[in-house]
Structure formats: C-alpha cells, structure tokens
C-alpha cells in the first residue's frame, strides 16, 4: 500500500514517514500543497494524510481540489486547529478523517488501518478479490482460486493496484509509479516484464486472459465475458 504525506513540517513529515515505513507501507513525500496535490493527481496512492495549515496552497483546497476532479481516495486531514467549526470544515470538504496535532503516533497508525480497511472493501487481512484472484494485503500474498501464487515483492505490488483498479485502464506510466517509484531510475519497459511474469504465474488457472493489453496506453483487469 502507498501513501503520500503533504506536511510542511519537515521533523514531523519524517517522522511520520518513518513510523510508516516500519509498517511497510510505501510513502511518498510533499512539502507543499501544490506538489502535494500534483502527486496525488497520478492516482498511484491509497491514501493520503495532508496537512490543512501550509503556505501557498493549504490542505483545504487540495482536498477541494482531488474531490472536484473524481480522486476518492481516503484522506486524512492534519491540523492544529481544534475547533468543532474546522472539523466540520474539513470534514464537509470530503475528508474522511481528521487529527488535532500534537498527537500519537499509534493512534495515526490506527486510524490509517480504518481507513485502509475501508478501501479494501472491509476485508479480513485487507484482502481484495476479483473472480477468482485475490491477494491479502497484509501478507502480501497472491492466490488464483485458493492456490498461491508464490509472488515476488514487485509482482504482488502490481497484482495488488491492478485488482485496487479492477476493470479501469492503468497507463504504464500510473504502474511504473505506482510499483517502482515516482523517483525510480527504472524504465518503462520494465513494466511490460513484470506483466509477463504475472501472467504466467496467472497462467496454469487461466486467469493470465484477464489482465487485458491495451494498446498504446497499459494494461486492465477485466474477467471476461
């Protein structure tokens, strides 16, 4: 799972970064509103936290901004401010939770967990399914009608935002980002290697038919008809 943190506060963005990535959870990092809201507009992440007091653009008109353009990723707000009145500001802005600072660290990984379950559709072990594959988050571990699928870090990552996106069209480009890394010096061939590699792993219970080429652009999970 990804997640991108907006905060300005720098000694609070890593420290935040750090009690995640102990998690294992991927992170990626902005500093202000505007970068924020441009890397949250790949849609390569699952959630993300977004402090509300920056300078230029804050956390409010991010928020706005994601909403207007369609990205329902769950976000959780960070600010200093206490007051009912900005709670439901935030809130009535689409956020999905909302955290006063100073505040504990497991109890931010708590509420990222809620939310991460949430998008996961409440699964045990945040388990995700489509037909008869299905991956557990928390494990990272991939199934093709109850059979492992014995798959390395990389193509678990890719099998995971491919089944998060079922039946939606990912460039190569979102994928890239999404499995290796908007920094990665890898390039964009590698994901074609890691779709064949999927795919014939998929392959011995037909569901290899299922991750569908399109042209030009990347790649679908589509069942077919």
Known sequence: ?????????RPLRDAIAMVLREEAYQIDEADNGLEGLYLAEQRI?????LDIMMPGMDGLSVLQSL?????????????ARDSVEDRVLGLDAGADDYMIKPFAMPELL??????????????????LKYGGISVKCQAMEGYADGEPLKLTAKEFELMEFLLLNREQILTKEQLLDRVWGIDSDAGIGV?????????????????????HTIRGVGYMLKERA
Not at 67 to 79: E, S
Not at 191 to 211: M, Q
């Open 45 to 49: 992440h699952d959630l993300i936290v």
């Open 67 to 79: 909403r207007a353009k369609g990205i329902t990723l769950p976000i959780l707000l960070l600010t």
């Open 1 to 9: 799972m990804r997640i991108l943190i907006v905060e300005d506060d």
């Open 191 to 211: 994901v074609d290697v890691y779709v064949h590699y999927l795919r014939k792993k998929l392959a011995p219970s037909g569901y290899d038919r299922c991750i």
């Open 110 to 127: 708590a509420r990222i967990r809620v939310l991460m379950r949430r998008q996961s559709r409440g699964a045990p072990d945040g388990e």
